[in-house]
């Protein structure tokens, strides 16, 4: 019987490492809109001041996201992960 090879046994943890990585992020994402509230209290600013944070959370994705891709182009990791993901 031909199982596909994503449920080997070996894979188990990468795809356990993948998952709380995307778990991890999650609650990093939600903790920026926690402690936007607590922010506003404690250093007494203004509701438009404070949504200053979220810009820069989510404004970090859009300068670095770029940057990052051509990086990543560059050092032609596509075709690397390919090959480490089909390699013996």
């Keep these: 019987m ?3 090879k994503f449920t080997d046994k070996k894979y188990y943890i ?3 490492f993948v998952t709380s990585l995307f778990f991890f992020w999650a609650i990093a994402l939600t903790m920026g809109d926690v ?3 607590h ?3 404690v250093l007494h600013i203004s509701k ?3 949504r ?3 810009l820069s959370i989510f404004g970090a994705y859009a300068l670095m996201g770029i940057p990052a891709g051509l990086f990543m182009h560059s050092r ?3 075709n690397f992960q390919l090959y480490k993901s089909t390699g013996p």
């Design 76 to 78: 032609d990791y596509h």
């Design 14 to 16: 990468i795809l356990s």
């Design 39 to 41: 922010f506003q209290n």
């Design 48 to 50: 438009s001041k404070s």
């Design 2 to 4: 031909n199982t596909p």
């Design 35 to 37: 402690l936007n509230k």
């Design 52 to 54: 200053l944070v979220q």
